[in-house]
T-cell receptor, first 117, second 112 residues
């Protein structure tokens, strides 16, 4: 089946530093990847849509200069949290589509737990 | 995307069948119904998708009445490992082509 990986699985950083999270589709090519964040006991919230070879589309209220997204290839998208602050601490989840003419299911990565001290 | 309503939480015991109902009164003609499962600190996992009547796979069954204004996810003989949050989503069957709007989900707790 379609597998999406994320790295790192968890990261702890100091306030003011930048953190990069990688999202990879391991056995398929993904033209589009999505980034979500999830706070404890809450549902997933879409942050941005990442398109290979073009700029990401951000949801309202998500700062594009703070959450930099790069989709350099059909199997890799990265999310960089710049100048991270404690309020950025969250669970970040990416997803990608396996594509197909009949069905096009969205598969999710295992998530990255970011803790900003 | 059509708005969905699910129970916030449900409790069950091991070996029982669990049915989680989702209401989607404003479902559009072309909309499909998709269910995801999420364990704590993990990404959601696709369970099942359907359009009408009944769909069954190795994990669950999905029952959709003729008016399609609701759907029921059925988990046969649940075990402790089925304790998770279950999300019902309604929209284009090509879930991979657009971002998904997650509702609050149903938190299922399975007791021994």
């Amino acid at each position: 089946g379609a597998v999406v990986s994320q790295h790192p699985s968890r990261v702890i950083c100091k306030s003011g530093t930048s953190v990069k999270i990688e999202c990879r589709s391991l056995d398929f090519q993904a033209t589009t990847m999505f980034w979500y964040r999830q706070f404890p006991k809450k549902s997933l919230m879409l942050m941005a849509t990442s398109n290979e070879g073009s700029k990401a589309t951000y949801e309202q209220g998500v700062e594009k200069d703070k959450f930099l997204i790069n989709h350099a290839s059909l199997t890799l998208s990265t999310l960089t949290v710049t100048s991270a602050h404690p309020e950025d601490s969250s669970f970040y989840i990416c997803s990608a589509s396996s594509g197909g003419p009949d069905t096009d299911t969205q598969y999710f990565g295992p998530g990255t737990r970011l803790t900003v001290l | 995307l059509a708005k969905t309503t699910q129970p916030i939480s449900m409790d069950s015991y091991e070996g029982q069948e669990v049915n989680i109902t989702c209401s989607h009164n404003n479902i559009a003609t072309n909309d499909y119904i998709t269910w995801y499962q999420q364990f704590p600190s993990q990404g959601p996992r696709f369970i099942i998708q359907g359009y009408k009547t009944k769909v069954t796979n190795e994990v669950a069954s999905l029952f959709i009445p003729a008016d399609r204004k609701s759907s029921t996810l059925s988990l046969p003989r649940v075990s402790l490992s089925d304790t998770a949050v279950y999300y019902c989503l309604v929209g284009d069957r090509y879930t991979g082509r657009r971002a998904l709007t997650f509702g609050s989900g149903t938190r299922l707790q399975v007791q021994p």
